[in-house]
């Protein structure tokens, strides 16, 4: 069943088009991200959702029902914010207790919920604190067990871990997402950071401009970046996308590196859309992590040498700043990687992976 379903949705603030049709649809239990840079929009959706702004146009739906002019507090749905947003003079119990209290639920009944929700994120022995006792990684378990106690039809994240240190950060998104695994709920989630985008999702919306720039699964995603923008925001390092001309012949698709002689013959692909014409523009995506040491290389790789300008060791990767030609790319290369900086290398890239963008339009074309 479709949880919920965003149709061609706008907001507008006088003449400015904040979102432009928007229209997503997931299904019950998905997790959802919302990701892109800051001032794309993606809070905005997020509060239209919660029905904190309303919509200039288009319509929302939870399982077939219209939500849009519902209040709030009408749309079975529990919002955990960024600066968590608890009452300071309240006890941990009791800012639980809260949404329970004003819908008229009995002390007994509450005092059960609640015990329940804080055995399942291991607050229990935290109900008698205030927030200002707690760390922020227990406040955020705070925020979001008053979200659960409602038992709501749809979860909201609006950047729930924005505020937190590095490490509580990773911690908090595998608790995050067990939790999804424990409930089983919809959850839509916000955020700018593209590693908790993939490894928290079912779905992942990317949006850019008040616009998703594409909806699909973290693979899909990742993959198969509909454009330029996709393809560099997803992913760290980001992919290199070197200038290049195609060269069609016999049949076959070769692009010609800027700057260089060399000559790149790129697989054909079930989705490579319209064929290339000869001598048309085009960007040339390889991810990092998909060049390797040509010791031996299998026959789906092709060769490239290049120059070590920087090497980045991180501990268990090491990523290095390589010159082909003219062009600085990225290698995302094993810790042990016998290179060195100024050294000339044999590399091969799995060309059954490689993409190629239009460089007018952006999108990609194969």
């Not at 997020?46 to 939500?67: F, H, K, W, Y």
């Not at 810790?335 to 952006?362: I, T």
Request: charged letters at 20%; one cysteine or more.
């Amino acid at each position: 069943m479709t949880a919920l379903k965003i149709d061609n949705v706008t907001k507008q603030f006088g003449n400015v088009n904040i979102l432009s049709s928007i229209n997503i649809a997931i299904e019950d239990g998905d997790f959802l991200v919302l990701v892109g840079p800051s001032g794309c929009g993606k809070s905005t959706l997020l509060n239209i959702i919660a029905g904190l702004e309303p919509l200039s146009g288009g319509s929302i739906t939870v399982d077939g029902r219209s939500i849009q002019n519902l209040e709030p507090k009408e749309r079975d749905i529990s919002m955990v914010f960024q600066s968590y947003a608890l009452y300071p003079s309240m006890t941990v119990e009791k800012n639980m207790a809260f949404p329970l209290r004003m819908r008229g639920h009995t002390p007994k009944e509450q005092t059960a919920k609640v015990a329940a929700i804080a055995e399942l994120l291991q607050i229990g022995h935290l109900l008698g604190r205030k927030p200002q006792q707690l760390s922020g990684g227990q406040r955020q378990r705070v925020a979001m067990g008053r979200a659960l106690v409602r038992d709501p039809k749809i979860f909201l994240f609006d950047e729930p871990l924005s505020n937190l240190d590095a490490k509580l950060r990773v911690d908090m998104r595998t608790e995050i997402k067990r939790l999804h695994q424990r409930v089983k709920k919809t959850t839509i989630y916000v955020t700018h950071d593209q590693v908790e985008a993939m490894t928290m999702a079912t779905r992942i919306a990317v949006m850019k401009d008040g616009k998703v720039q594409q909806f699909g699964t973290p693979a899909e995603i990742y993959d198969k970046p509909a454009n330029i923008f996709v393809a560099t925001f997803m992913g760290s390092p980001a992919m290199n996308l070197l200038p290049a001309v195609a060269r069609p012949s016999g049949g076959l698709l070769q692009l010609q590196i800027d700057g260089t002689d060399l000559l790149v013959p790129v697989p054909a692909k079930a989705d490579a859309g319209p064929a290339l014409q000869d001598g048309q523009s085009v960007l040339f995506g390889l991810r990092p992590e998909w060049f390797l040491r040509s010791d031996s290389l299998p026959a789906s790789h092709f060769g490239l040498r290049a120059s070590v300008d920087v090497l980045e060791p991180t501990g268990p990767d090491l990523y290095a700043a390589l010159r082909i030609g003219p062009h600085e790319v990225m290698a995302r290369l094993a810790a042990d990687a016998p290179v060195g900086v100024g050294g000339v290398v044999d590399f091969g890239v799995d060309l059954g992976k490689a993409l190629v963008f239009d460089r007018d339009s952006g999108l990609r074309v194969h």
